[in-house]
């Protein structure tokens, strides 16, 4: 069955450039969604088809999908970032990235 | 303002059926590109894709459990449901109602409601 493989945490400074990789077999033929999930909060779609951003997200997301390796990049990270992000393969299986921890200290 | 309410039984046994709906508001499961399906996420795990039914009655169900799931909807009541059978203690988890309204990503999620099995 199809996988998508996220790291399980990763850690950033405030400010700095945070990436965070979901991988999958061709996963650049398909579009990729990522959410945003804080703590006791259902998950948010901060982009779709691979680097669109939704309306109110801001502009420190964007993302990017080539090869077999999609990624999430939060530029000047801030604080309230911290969260749990999930990748999606929407067109085909539609499964979620076992998902990473983001922490900013 | 688009909204979407999870409901059903909080606990079931093992091996019984479980059957949730997802009442809805704010837009129509009629228009092109719609869809309303289900993702459950068990304690302190990751987020699973169950499935999705689409406005021209497509439906899409995660190979895994696709034996055990049925999606159906009711547009006139605004309403999904989702059926679960042989309902196991690894299926604890908090279920989501959520929907994609340009068949791009999952743009609204409901609250989310814990169902837990257990004898």
């Known amino acids: 069955s199809y996988e998508l493989t996220q790291p399980p945490s990763v850690s950033v400074s405030p400010g700095q450039t945070a990436s965070i990789t979901c991988s999958g077999d061709k996963l650049g033929d398909e579009y990729v969604c990522w959410y945003q999930q804080k703590p006791g909060q259902s998950p948010v779609l901060v982009i779709y088809q691979n680097r669109w951003r939704p309306s109110g997200i801001p502009e420190r997301f964007s993302g990017s999908n080539s090869g077999n390796t999609a990624t999430l990049t939060i530029s000047g990270t801030q604080a309230m970032d911290e969260a749990d992000y999930y990748c999606q393969a929407w067109d085909s299986s539609r499964i979620f990235g076992g998902g990473t921890k983001l922490t900013v200290l | 303002q688009i909204t979407l309410k999870e409901s059903g039984p909080t606990l079931v046994k093992p091996t019984q059926t479980l059957t949730l709906t997802c009442t809805f508001s704010g837009f129509s499961l009629s228009t092109s590109g719609v869809g309303v399906g289900w993702i459950r996420q068990p304690p302190g795990k990751a987020l699973k894709w169950l499935t999705l039914?689409?406005?021209?009655?497509?439906?899409r169900y995660s190979p895994s459990l696709k034996s055990r799931l049925t999606i159906t909807k009711d547009t006139s009541k605004n309403q999904v449901v989702l059926t679960v059978t042989n309902m196991d203690p690894v299926d604890t988890a908090t279920y989501y109602c959520?929907?994609?309204?340009?068949?791009?990503?999952?743009?609204?999620w409901g609250q989310g409601m814990l169902v837990t099995v257990s004898s």
């Open positions: 959520a929907a994609t309204s340009s068949g791009h990503g999952i743009d609204y």
């Open positions: 039914i689409y406005w021209d009655d497509d439906t």
